[in-house]
């Protein structure tokens, strides 16, 4: 052989080696050939997680394949996973559990990162069990583990033993006096008031009057976070009840229109010829902390809940608006449904403006920003947040639906009650269990439960 022909020979193996050498550290460190721009870019990975885990995994419609799960024989891959060599660009996310709801989104992988996706929480797909019923059953007051406590009608209260089944009524105004009732969250406690006074009822207390000198009407009813504690805005001014049957004024007669708590601080609307001003009262001790005068931009009609140093209230037309009192008073933890999102900095708050359900994230100490979660073509009857998972329940035009706060609700949106029930009421208990008052045929009214995500 010629040295021309085995210089070439030798060149061109050296040239081999090296290329090949370069393709595969190239391809080592995750570039690809991306069909779609015609280009050579380097992949990312993505982790999957869910709650609860074992769900399949989906992108674009397709299985997830590793090649372990090909070496053992699996058929897909499941949660949690750790897929490499992705290529850049938007997937279509879709986790699939039996017994579970699908649960879906959009996601992005990016070249050389990793795209972590931990938060998905699905939501159980369980049929909801009818506890009991009765043709007048309004709203259930106390929940407790042998027995429940509801309002039959307008005018009477009922208890119902689980180890009976039987019934037993105990109230019952007289000259059809309409009752109203005002339970805690969980329903471990609840008040009744009437023309006739308070009652309070709890789980070990069928009820026992508080007070018959409370003038109406009522304003607005608030618990504390621990329920050991309730307001009551009336026109005789603002109250507390606490758990003891103990009930102490806190703010003598006035214009106070309009309430909200959060922990420690009653946050009350106040009204004159002159102005409006936001009210800072000691929500122990009743004392005046502080006051802001409203600016005409500022001005609102009610008050929904508080994300300190924020007030969430509406206008005169519904509009739902923020209002900054951090100039004035130093607000504290809040109160109502406000929650930690995964344990991440924002502080969120759900409230329902007539047609539509917005949430409202805290980004920083000066700022909030709001976001529509869902646009209903009827009223919104009442909405409240899961605790812990990024889900919120929805009563709207009868129908219970829970839907992600997370994410894009359109995504993850289920109903959860029964097609043809109308439902009137629903909470969740201090276990965790949702249970829901619905109309199920003309006559017939019944409480279910059922698993929350």
Known sequence: MRSVTRGILFYSFVGAFFFTAAAILFYGLGYRYNPAKNAIERTGELIVESTPPGARVMLNGDPIFRF??????????????????????????????????PYRRDISVTSGTVTIVTDPVLVSGSEPQAVFSHPALEKILVAASDKFIFLAGKNEVIEYSLDTHTFKSLYRSKNDDAFAGYPSPS?????????????????????????????????RVLWSDDEKSVFVLAASGIIRLDADGVLTPLAAAGSFTDMALSRNTLYALETSLADTSLVFIDAATGTRIGSRVLAPADRITSLETVVPPFVIGKDAEGVITSIDTSDSAQAQTPFAYVQGLFAKPPLIVVVASGFEAVIFEKTSGKSIQRRLLSRQSVPIQSIAMLKNIPYAIMLSGGVLEVFETAQRPDRNRYQVSVEGQRVRDFFVDANGTLHYVAEVDRGTVSLFRRATP
């Open 187 to 219: 329903r471990s406690r609840a008040v009744v008031i009437s023309a006739a006074g308070i009652v309070l009822m709890g789980e070990h207390d069928t009820g026992r009057m508080v007070s018959k000198d409370l003038a109406g009407p009522i304003n």
């Open 68 to 101: 372990r799960d090909l070496i053992f024989g699996a058929i897909d891959s499941r949660t949690p996973i750790h897929k490499k060599y992705l290529l850049p660009g938007t997937y279509h996310l879709e986790l699939l559990r039996d017994g579970y709801s």
